[in-house]
């Protein structure tokens, strides 16, 4: 058996606008200025008080804590406004059940938002049963910590390293792919550039949501 883990957000799902401007609140409502919005989605992935606080350089821990508060308030109001739906990229939907109807792969996530936002999106888009492990910033270290992948890969029944694939759109996710010792595919769609994935040795790069299932099966072709 495999194992396939998906990041989230700028991988499955284009959550970019709901962050910024969820980022953006939480600053304003402390009377600080916002990041600049390629700023903010550099640090996409990363679990919140981490991602505040490379945001934030030097700042005491109750200040980022401020943020991070007023984040997860303006996240969750912004959520339920249809502006700010979080779409799925093309072809997400299809690779996914596509690969969770095969006998010879487990799906799993791995993804710096809290279970609460991963439940719902599962929810909304009615691929919750195909998961087999669901790891969130809720009780493990942010990436690039390979914990995370430490425990999918136990939970998936203790598939070994080398029989796995870890998603996603940024640097984050390669260097905690790296740190598992799984391979790392980089998706060209998200919030990190492809150099930036290539540079930090990435196994292989999608530039397609259909490209996907043809990439993994080159990576774990020998396992």
Known sequence: MKLVIFDCDGTIVDSQHLIVAAMT?????????????????????????????????????????????????????????????????????DTIGTLAARGDVLLGIATGKSRRGVDALLERTGLGDHFVTIQTADGNPSKPSPVMLHKALAEAGGIAPERAVMIGDTTFDI?????????????????????????RGAHAIAYAGGDLVDHIDRLLHDT
């Not at 609140?25 to 679990?47: C, D, K």
């Not at 260097?175 to 492809?194: C, S, T």
């Open 25 to 93: 609140a939480g600053f304003e409502a402390q009377g600080l200025v916002a990041p600049e919005r390629a700023r903010i989605l550099s640090i996409v992935g990363l679990s919140l008080p981490l991602a505040v606080a490379e945001l934030m350089p030097g700042a005491a821990t109750d200040a980022v804590q401020r943020v991070s508060d007023g984040y997860k308030a303006a996240f969750g109001t912004l959520r339920r406004d249809p502006a700010h739906h979080e779409p799925m990229f093309e072809g997400l939907a």
């Open 175 to 199: 260097d905690m792919a790296l740190a598992a010792r799984v391979k790392a595919l980089g998706v060209a769609w998200g919030y990190h550039p492809v150099a930036a994935l290539e540079s």
